[in-house]
């Protein structure tokens, strides 16, 4: 019943923007971890950053610390990551995770093997 839907991906050019939304339905409560992960062809599933929405503090991969901002809407249950100075070593596709669990650690916050809940995921293409 819990559903995650991406949304906002798409072709940008290197040194654009993208904000990618993530909304949550079919549970009441606010979300205690909830983290986005990217896929590239050939490569595995990697933790792009993550939020322990129990204290609000979030977490970043060093490939995109600086660039990349997690943010949050509990009100709409809605997950946010805002993608800057878009390099083409970004293109992906995007999920979002969720577990009704804290995870303090940052390893283990960007772990994939933790999250129970994900999305289908959204494309995102950084190419000129």
């Known amino acids: 019943q819990v559903q995650l839907v991406e949304s906002g991906g798409g072709l940008v050019q290197p040194g654009g923007s993208l904000r990618l939304s993530c909304a949550a339905s079919?549970?009441?409560?606010?979300?205690?971890?909830v983290a986005w992960f990217r896929q590239a062809p050939g490569k595995e599933r990697e933790g792009v950053s993550c939020?322990?929405?129990?204290?609000?503090?979030?977490s970043y991969a060093d490939s995109v610390k600086g660039r990349f901002t997690l943010s949050r809407d509990n009100a709409k249950k809605t997950v946010y990551l805002q993608m800057n100075s878009l390099k083409p070593e970004d293109t992906a596709v995007y999920y979002c995770a969720t577990v009704l669990l804290p995870i303090y650690s940052v390893s283990g916050c960007l772990r994939p093997a933790n999250y129970y809940y994900w999305g289908q995921g959204t494309q995102v293409t950084v190419s000129s």
């Open positions: 939020i322990n929405n129990k204290d609000g503090s979030t």
């Open positions: 079919g549970f009441t409560s606010n979300l205690y971890t």
